[in-house]
């Protein structure tokens, strides 16, 4: 395993107090690993929390500023954290006007979040509302199953809904776009290698270097299936099209278009594949609106890629093109 | 005593050799996760467990509600994941059920694990044959119902539970995962222990070994 | 080889076709592969151009726009661009004030921008200047080689240069802001792995599991020697001492602490070693003034990490605080 | 004509011999590269003579200048890094000092070498021993002079140049770099051929072969 770390069990909380050092904007609760806006709670304004597995870098912590989050919670690494950070986080971001919970649907994300609203509700009184998002159209949706990944959405989900707490909407209000953000987006990602967990000390899966992962998620967990690794043409078709199948993308409205990288691949190929799939996009007929090409939302050093599109009223650019100020994401004011 | 009923230290006991069995087998776990997973169960179960071990060493609990609430609030608070909230509802459900005794006889024993397991299922909705931990745990309540019923002694009933934990354990490879992490590979699951099974029957032997 | 591209040979031009079409405030000669700001020239500013291998990014394309550069010339992967595009790009980005060339320390960069410049004077007669950054400690300085190498110190100064001509100083005046902050600054850098040359095809070198180079520069280059892996706070040191050595950062300046990544490397890892680092520094009587983070000049998907300190004044804090706008680098306005 | 001068025909045969030459050794002028500087001569070169046999078949060229500035120029607009300025160079000092001719002869040619070396080092500063291109091309131009000066036909010259080529590109390996981007790596260059040397030496047995 090569990384730049310590001893394994101590990479999030060192990397915490790294980011502490490094944002005099945030502030860090290190006994219970929450980064904060220095400001929090903004009093008058709903706030939202979100949380994860570490590991995803930026998401979540780097994400915690004006016009996005007002705190994040950190995991151990592709763990969810645990109830009593986010009833810690939900106490303190609370500005008088409740509290959004923004998960991502995994099991244990949804369960721990589950755990924490029941508790902040009878503890603190504070009113919580829970969006989860479930944006990835590798996994099956199904009542019987755990449902779509919840992956690149978030980001976008996370800049949004912040600007629509910043306009001073209601929790219910809030929640509502947080929801219609989600309904609007899928994603789709591919992975080249695969990663390691600092404490498992190496790769959680094998993979040959004459083959790549399609449908991964975001937890170095294998894909859907294996295929022959394929010039990024035609990858960019295998992400685009299961995306385009699940949803109808085209009218006037545009896409908010985000090629997103896993961690280990370059911006250079991540660039590459913008084009390639604004190309497919503008042949099937879909505008792009506005666009995100970096890594934001991260599975360690995998290299990879994924393609996520959220369809995007005049209301969403308006939100999307509001100022942000967050170490991960960052214009306007 | 001899097996027909369990004493708090033996209550104790069984949470003690669950860690060891944790901390033992912590790598096989996280490999079996790695395989349709994300590489951690071992590892997440381990640190709440060593939580847990600290939690007893520094303050003995007075009832078997007390010890086992103690269990479960601290793995909700130091595993996350899905097996941070599944094994410590269980705990939680475990520790209502017992209720403010130092012994347990065994059906009074069944009736806390089977208050575990429907908490776990409370949680999780997992079902027969989703491929969790639920297809180890349930067959053993059950094994351990029945055994009881029979009028075996209590000690005998949990290695018979952990015989049937086994092979509901077992019984994962084959299925297509529907809960859980592992759903997301649908067929790819196939032909891959549970992991989450491997550690609750880890659990009941536990249990067999303490309460002997 | 594992990467999301076409044609090894159409890398660079592909993917500048998808900052094209990512970033609209960019406009993109795809002729001459020249990334320029979109109102370029801006009348009565001095113009300012880098360039260099590509393979670095989000450096040098991704730090143009208002605050920052004016064109920056995309060369094949780790090769220097060719006159002919500096000559292109310093005609366009004239307004009226004169040019200056950013240049790092390699012998391609420093013979194709010399010959640029003596065309750009005599075929257009705008007035160039060039400066030279050599901030890597890895390498011996003499007047008998190739000198030290332009590494994170050109990121910093791109910055700071781009908001001394925000302000208006003369050609002279912002030239000499650069070499003030490329004489105040230097890096030092390693790897945990090699990268690969998409032409080339496999692993510019190869590196043993337990083994890391230690003195990297950024175009895949082995170091100047490798050690057995190391945790992080030993490669800290490793990093952090030979460049106090080289030069006094103590006193009450402070320095701009940068910890970059090669590209390879998560965020989570570049926050530890800034942690490290920051510790370090602490104990060595250095003041942090401001800090960055992050994948900027970066080396491919190489896995590793740099450091870069400069020593920074109140003059040179104010020109790092001022607005910068670039796909790269934003905050302020 | 025999080997005693070049015609323009056998000039523009040279740079395409070079072409061919670095097309057949590109993967190993960058595997020399990868060892000591950036993996990439051998790609540099082959765009730059790739571009330049395309403008060649393009339009044919008057003069060995005007062959010769074609060269240097195409070179330099498509090469980059150290070899595009220095081959770029070398060629448009070797057009001037070739003149508007259609023939040179063994001195003509020889003085045009030595002002395209000269070029090479007014460029790139680099001396004897500094392990670059300069340590196989000084010895070739310094044959050729002394051949030509003993009488030498020039086809039989430039063999003589060749060889000094090779025997000055092979002592470059025990060298330590100190110039390029193998200078980075001080000791550590030691053991390994120049890349710059290598290809520099194909370029003279092109003229070998093509002058013949
Ligand atoms: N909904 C569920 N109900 C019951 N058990 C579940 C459910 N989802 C997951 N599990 C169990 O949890 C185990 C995985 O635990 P762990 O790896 O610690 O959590 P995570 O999946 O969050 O990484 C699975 O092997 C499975 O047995
Ligand atoms: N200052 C110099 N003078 C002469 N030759 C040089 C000089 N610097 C480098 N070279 C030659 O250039 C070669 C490397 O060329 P190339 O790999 O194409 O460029 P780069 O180093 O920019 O990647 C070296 O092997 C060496 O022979
Ligand atoms: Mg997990
Ligand atoms: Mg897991
Ligand atoms: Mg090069
Ligand atoms: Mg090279």
Not at chain 1, 76 to 105: C, R, W, Y
Not at chain 1, 207 to 214: A, F, G, N, T, V
Request: proline content about 5%.
């Amino acid at each position: 395993m090569k990384k730049l770390i310590n001893d394994p069990a101590d990479v999030v909380a060192e990397a915490l107090r790294g980011m502490d050092a490094a944002h005099p904007e945030l502030r860090v609760d290190h006994a219970n690993r929450i980064v904060y806006r220095a400001d929090a709670p903004v009093q008058g304004k709903v706030g939202l929390i979100s949380g994860g597995g570490s590991g995803h870098e930026p998401m979540h912590g780097g994400f915690v500023g004006p016009g996005m989050l007002d705190a994040a919670c950190a995991g151990e690494v592709f763990t969810s954290p645990v109830p009593d950070q986010m009833v810690e986080a939900t106490k303190n971001v609370d500005g008088g006007a409740g509290v959004l919970h923004i998960v991502k649907n995994y099991t244990g994300d949804v369960m721990n979040f589950e755990m924490a609203a029941e508790l902040a509700g009878a503890e603190t009184g504070v009113e919580v509302l829970s969006v989860v998002t479930d944006d990835d159209v590798a996994v099956q949706d199904s009542l019987y199953t755990a449902g779509r990944r919840g992956v690149g959405v978030t980001v976008l989900l996370e800049k949004i809904v912040g600007a629509a707490a910043d306009e001073g909407r209601d929790l219910a209000g809030v929640a509502a776009v947080a929801r219609k953000v989600n309904g609007q987006g899928r994603s789709m990602g591919m992975a080249l290698t695969s990663c390691t967990v600092p404490a498992a000390g190496q790769p959680t899966f094998e993979l040959p270097d004459d083959q790549m992962e399609i449908g991964i998620g975001i937890h170095g967990e294998p894909g859907r299936r294996r295929v022959p690794l394929a010039p990024a043409r035609e990858v960019a078709a295998m992400l685009v099209e299961p995306v385009l199948s699940d949803l109808d993308f085209t009218g006037p409205d545009g896409v908010i278009c985000f090629v997103n990288g896993m961690g280990g691949t370059p911006l250079l190929e991540l660039y590459l594949m913008y084009n390639e799939v604004a190309a497919l996009l503008d042949k099937a007929g879909v505008r792009i609106a506005r666009s995100l090409v970096g890594p934001y939302i991260t599975s360690l050093e995998m290299a990879g890629c994924s393609v996520t599109l959220v369809k995007a009223d005049d209301e969403l650019i308006r939100l999307w093109d509001a100022p942000v100020r967050t170490p991960g994401l960052r214009w306007g004011a | 005593m001899g097996g027909m009923s369990a004493a708090l230290d033996q209550l104790t006991d069984w949470v003690r050799r669950f860690a060891v069995a944790v901390r033992e087998n912590r790598d096989e776990l996280t490999r079996l996760d790695a395989a349709i997973g994300d590489a951690d169960h071992g590892i997440n179960l381990d640190r709440g467990m060593t939580a847990v071990v600290a939690a007893l060493d520094a303050e003995s609990q007075p009832t078997a509600a007390a010890l086992f609430k103690k269990v479960g609030m601290t793995l909700v608070s130091t595993v996350g994941g899905a097996s941070g909230p599944l094994y410590g509802t269980f705990f939680l459900r475990v520790a209502t059920a017992s209720g403010e005794v130092t012994e347990l006889d065994g059906p009074a024993f069944a009736k806390a694990l089977r208050a575990g397991l429907e908490g776990v299922v409370a949680r999780g909705k997992a079902e027969a044959g989703d491929k969790t931990m639920f297809d180890a745990l349930a067959p053993a309540v059950d094994a351990l119902d029945a055994a009881l019923a029979d009028g075996d002694p209590l000690a005998e009933s949990l290695r018979t539970a952990t015989a049937a934990a086994e092979a509901g354990r077992d019984a994962t490879i084959p299925l297509v995962a529907r809960k859980g992490r592992a759903s997301y590979l649908g067929e790819r699951s196939v032909g891959h222990q549970d992991p989450g099974a491997t550690s609750v029957t880890m659990l009941v032997a536990a249990a067999a070994d303490a309460l002997a």
